[in-house]
């Protein structure tokens, strides 16, 4: 999820049942290139096994979640919020 408030770099958060960790990408000519997984001060980050899926979605997901950022923070434009049930491997 993204907050409505966000500051660069872009990044998206994954919360589960009151802990929260994100995901920052460092993008370069467009491209995905590395994204870090990061603790949110003032919350205690997401167990490891919920992490590991996290990260797992967001590698699957990382070239729509930018696009969506931009979409959002860039060109100011209505993005719609996906729900994603199954599971990513």
Same mark, same amino acid.
């Given at each position: ?11 998206v ?9 994100k ?5 370069? &000519?467009?491209? $995905? ?6 603790? !949110? ?8 096994? +919920?992490? %590991? ?9 990382? &070239?729509?979640? $930018? ?6 923070? !860039?060109?100011h ?6 729900? +994603?049930? %199954?599971?990513?491997?």
């Open positions: 999820m993204f907050y409505s408030n966000e500051h660069e770099p872009i990044h958060h994954g919360k589960y049942q009151g802990q929260e960790s995901a920052e990408f460092t993008i370069i &000519d467009g491209n $995905v290139v590395e994204i870090t997984i990061k603790n !949110v001060r003032g919350r205690k980050p997401l167990p490891s096994n +919920i992490l %590991r899926n996290f990260s797992h979605f967001i590698n699957a997901y990382s &070239d729509q979640i $930018v696009q969506k950022w931009i979409d959002y923070f !860039v060109l434009k209505q993005v719609e919020c996906e729900k +994603i049930e %199954r599971k990513i491997k």
